[in-house]
């Protein structure tokens, strides 16, 4: 017992120096890299905030002020406005849509059938396929069928198309996760397959239902060029972005680009913080 | 149902007529593809009865046991509980409840919800499953844990929560497979009493799974030894003990020597029968003839150091103490190890390892296994 303690010491105890060792080389190295990381990666958002307050007709440097006029702009326009409501809207409903899809694909795969693999194949498809393909994919497919562009019709079957692979992704997981034991014991004591469903398995998965939710309606709210290609007369916040400087250096941009970053990385972070208690509740 | 099987059926020489039959199985085979994994299974449970299926690993006690909770659909044969035939109810329509060998607690309930589900899904009214759950609690004595969650729990107490979410709901028969295995030899032993306390106090048949034969020895009023899907023998825990049928209920229960050889000489009961030269007394439960190829069983426990019928001699090999006894393995001449266990107090005099001994046991402790 004795010695196999002292064992356990001493391997902490290498394991403990060996990083102390290398800590001129690779550790710099590996320090200035980070750094690096960061600074792209962060940088240009730290950038587009300072700009966004920024007290000047020309977006871009130097800073000459701050102002919340921009922000002011950006909430007075309609079409930013409607804009913005469209993309909320739209990302609920497709999250809303995918991650139903997702639960029952996810259900579905927890027996064995013939074409699995198959289904598997064709509902990860979207993520492998370029978004520009995708694009156009889609494009044709609305145009055979006859089907006008429509915020609700067109990009909404986008945006699912897109969205439902991540869906499945993050729920499935957990479904598989489930212990069968656990619905078992449920019917054991007299509950109907409904009421498994509704008394057990839904309230188990709820944290990661409720993830798979929130980071479905980031990737919606953010989907650019899928959207591009089949949508109509009603836009959202992406694509009214990019004509904002297609068209013209609208000094407002970085405002807007700050409230998009906002509400999808709150998305998406309510997302983590959901998946966290998922796996906690596994465990 | 009404025409009795065909088939040798162990169970009924056993049963005592008074008592009602809680669950009987009939020829009931179950094959997974093409995996057979239970072979014309046959047995009456006693209602009231602490009845253990006992059996190593893969031999088919968890298929048989979801056969008859209604998890798996037997391929062949009929399954009867409280003589109602009950192919084709689902487990929620089923007198029985099952604690599942992981106990599949709600993760998402505490204690007090994990106990009133069942009643709650039967839409039993409220102040009903206050009392019950209440009273389940105080059997399996978890009073005071009732807004814990399972994760809070100890082993142990899971356990109990386990235990008390299918007795509030009163089966006529409960369900048990291996619940016992995760936990440590004391809570075990501890969990074990506690059972047995239970099963007296509320009457209900217990259909236990375990691979321990310890543990199915000291719980259980009739043991089913299984072994490849097959029921291998049926009796009191004494009968299984005392007088195994077969070499694998012999080497599965308890710790054995065998000793396979030829009757030489026949007096009665009590047979003498030479292995590799060696003489040995025993007796036999069935007729056996001169000549006739036998196995001897002797229990460890059974060989001494003192005077007896036969005697073995060899050296010592290799002595192990065990507390209460001490483990003493013994070459013959010819290589043959016999193993025998003696107790601590009678062991002062035992020789060295290497040192020349003498093990000797009496013809009514040895007993002769034809086949
Ligand atoms: N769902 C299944 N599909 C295919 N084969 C199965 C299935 N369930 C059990 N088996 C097989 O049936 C046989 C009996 O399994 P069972 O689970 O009843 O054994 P057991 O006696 O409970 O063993 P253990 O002590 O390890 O739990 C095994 O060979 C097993 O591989
Ligand atoms: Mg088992």
């Known amino acids: 017992m004795s010695v196999l303690a002292a064992t356990a010491l001493d391997d902490v105890g290498s394991a403990a120096q060996r990083p102390r060792r290398s800590l001129n080389g690779w550790s710099i190295a590996l320090f200035i890299y980070a750094t690096a990381f960061y600074l792209f990666l962060y940088g240009p958002i730290a950038i587009i905030v300072l700009l966004s307050f920024n007290n000047s007709e020309v977006t871009g440097l130097p800073f000459r002020g701050a102002t919340t006029h921009w922000y002011e702009v950006v909430f007075a326009r309609p079409d930013l406005m409607s804009a913005l409501f469209n993309s909320i809207a739209l990302g609920f409903i497709s999250a809303a849509i995918a991650t139903a899809m997702a639960f029952f694909l996810g259900l579905s795969f927890r027996r064995d059938y013939v074409g699995q693999q198959l289904v598997l194949g064709l509902v990860l498809l979207p993520i492998i396929l370029p978004g520009i393909l995708g694009g156009i994919v889609l494009l044709i497919f609305f145009g055979y069928l006859g089907i ?136 | 149902m009404a025409n009795p099987p065909t088939k040798e059926m162990p169970a009924a020489i056993q049963l005592d007529t008074a008592t009602p039959i809680s669950v009987s199985v009939r020829n009931v085979y179950k094959t ?207 009968d299984i003990y005392e007088r195994p049928q077969s070499r694998f209920v012999a080497q599965f229960v308890g710790h054995t020597n065998l000793f396979d050889g030829k009757v030489i000489r026949i007096e009665g009961s009590r047979v003498t029968v030479e292995s590799d030269g060696i003489s040995l007394a025993a007796t036999t439960p069935t007729p056996v003839e001169l000549g006739q190829a036998v196995t001897v069983v002797v229990r460890y426990e059974r060989l001494g150091l003192g005077a007896g019928d036969t005697t073995l001699r060899g050296n010592v090999a290799e002595r192990m103490f065990l507390g209460g006894t001490v483990r003493v393995v013994m070459a013959l001449s010819g290589g043959r190890l016999v193993t025998a266990d003696i107790a601590s107090t009678a062991a002062t005099g035992l020789p060295a390892i290497g040192e020349p001994v003498a093990l000797t046991f009496n013809a009514s402790d040895s007993r002769v296994l034809v086949a």
Request: charged letters at 20%; glycine letters at 8%; aromatic letters at 8%.
């Open chain 1, 148 to 283: 006008r562009p429509g915020l609700y019709t067109t990009v909404l079957v986008a945006h699912v198309n897109w969205v439902l692979p991540f869906a499945f992704l993050t729920l499935n997981g957990r479904l598989q996760g489930l212990d069968r034991a656990v619905e078992e014991a449920a019917m054991d004591l007299g509950a109907r397959t409904h009421q498994v469903m509704l008394r057990v398995v839904l309230p188990i998965i709820r944290p990661a239902l409720v993830a798979t939710l929130l980071f479905s309606f980031s990737l919606s709210f953010d989907e650019f060029i899928r959207t591009l290609f089949v949508m109509g007369y009603d836009r959202t916040v992406p694509v009214v972005l990019w004509s904002a400087i297609v068209d013209r250096l609208a000094p407002e941009l970085p405002a807007m680009a700050v409230i998009t970053i906002l509400i999808s990385t709150a998305g998406s972070l309510c997302g983590f913080a959901f998946a966290a208690r998922a796996s906690k509740r596994q465990a």
């Open chain 2, 32 to 238: 997974f593809d093409t995996t057979p994994a239970l072979k014309d299974i046959a047995l009456d449970i006693r209602r009231g009865e602490f009845f253990s299926l006992l059996g190593p690993s893969g031999c088919g006690k968890t298929t048989l046991l979801r056969s008859i909770g209604g998890f798996e659909t037997p391929t062949s044969g009929t399954i009867l509980i409280d003589g109602k035939d009950v192919g084709g109810i689902p487990p929620y329509g089923r007198p029985t409840n099952m604690i599942f060998q992981q106990l599949a607690l709600f993760p998402h309930l505490d204690v007090y919800e994990n106990v009133a589900f069942g009643l709650r899904v039967q839409k039993k009214p409220k102040e009903q499953i206050d009392g019950r759950v209440k009273g389940a609690l105080a059997l399996v004595r978890l009073e005071g844990y009732e807004r814990r969650m399972p994760s809070q729990l100890s082993g142990g107490q899971r356990q109990r929560v386990a235990m008390a979410r299918a007795l509030v709901n009163e089966p006529s028969v409960l369900l048990l497979d291996e619940p016992l295995g995760s936990l440590d030899l004391q809570l075990r032993l501890q969990m074990h009493e506690e059972l047995r306390r239970l099963q007296r106090t509320l009457g209900n048949t217990f259909v236990f799974v375990t691979h321990d034969q310890g543990e199915a020895m000291s719980m259980s009023d009739r043991i089913a030894v299984m072994n490849g899907g097959v029921i291998v023998q049926l009796g009191t825990p004494e």
